[in-house]
């Protein structure tokens, strides 16, 4: 047995909770996964994992094995990359989720360049607005707006989005153009909510002026593609980051509205889970999320 390969096996088991996971991220069958943990407890003579028919769990013995092994992985791959004339090239399969429209306008555009990088690297990309269980969906790392609230994760901020108040010519044409946001209060105007764990009010500043607008809504969406679709059918008043609404502004589908006020920027997050073996392609993919956003999205100073 290649004990290295039994400690590589026996780590994905345990982020992925399953053999069958491990064995879809490793790129090899489930009874070669099975075979590999099997003879490294048998030279290890103590048992890592407790098996049933639905679930694997680490056992005592295999959860403190497991902390020494992610550490040596990754000091191992970072010694195998520094020697002179090893192939220092990241390969191997990246699990990533992000927001559908950063997706769709930013990130899936950018990855030929990504790949003319990283040939090695296969990226298996979810595009959703949904919460993912990093372990349990076995993910490497998600990329999210808004402040990450589990603190089990690490996050690394990596941009802020400019934001700002948008309505398609139609919805403007019947509802009429709001000069101040209170406007937005009235009967005749509608927004077009999302659909947050806990939505809290808009918030616009001027000056020393702030505003806090729930607004009337009679459309909630929790995706950020259908978001956008909605506010282009003339459904309501939108919040956008500027990056998904630019273009639309440009060809004029989307008005820009109280553009003497100001929102808050939305920062951005890679998260991931600080018990997983943080492999050199996830190192160099947040280094290369983080270089992608300094264009679109660049981080500004805290206050």
Request: with cysteine.
């Amino acid at each position: 047995m290649d004990r290295f390969d039994g400690m590589r096996a026996f780590v994905r088991v345990v982020e992925a909770g399953s053999f069958t996971k491990a064995a879809e991220n490793l790129g090899i069958s489930r009874t070669t996964v099975t075979q590999l943990v099997q003879q490294l407890e048998a030279h290890l003579r103590i048992k890592l994992l407790n098996r049933t028919t639905r679930k694997v769990n680490v056992t005592t013995d295999g959860a403190a094995y497991y902390e020494r092994v992610v550490r040596l992985l990754a000091d191992l791959e970072d010694i195998e990359g520094n020697l002179p004339g090893a192939s220092t090239a990241p390969r191997g399969l990246l699990r990533v989720d992000v927001p559908a429209p950063f997706a769709n306008i930013l990130l899936v555009p950018a990855l030929p360049g990504f790949f003319d990088r990283f040939p090695d690297i296969q990226l298996d990309l979810g595009a959703s607005d949904r919460q993912v269980d990093l372990i349990g969906d076995n993910v490497d790392c998600v990329v999210r707006g808004g402040e990450v609230k589990d603190a089990s994760l690490v996050a690394r901020h990596v941009g802020d989005l400019q934001l700002g108040v948008y309505a398609a010519p139609s919805y403007l044409a019947r509802a009429g153009t709001p000069l101040h946001p209170d406007e937005l209060l009235e009967a005749s105007h509608r927004i077009v909510r999302y659909r947050w764990d806990n939505p809290l009010p808009y918030t616009l500043y001027r000056g020393d002026e702030r505003l806090n607008i729930n607004g009337r809504h009679v459309l909630a969406i929790d995706d950020g593609n259908a978001y956008l679709t909605a506010g282009l059918a003339g459904l309501g008043v939108l919040w956008l980051p500027d990056y998904m609404a630019k273009a639309h502004a440009e060809q004029g589908a989307l008005v820009r509205l109280f553009s003497d006020w100001r929102i808050e920027p939305m920062p951005l997050y890679v998260a991931y889970s600080p018990n997983r073996y943080v492999r050199k392609p996830l190192r160099v993919f947040i280094d290369w999320v983080v270089e992608l956003l300094a264009e679109h999205a660049p981080r500004l100073p805290r206050s």
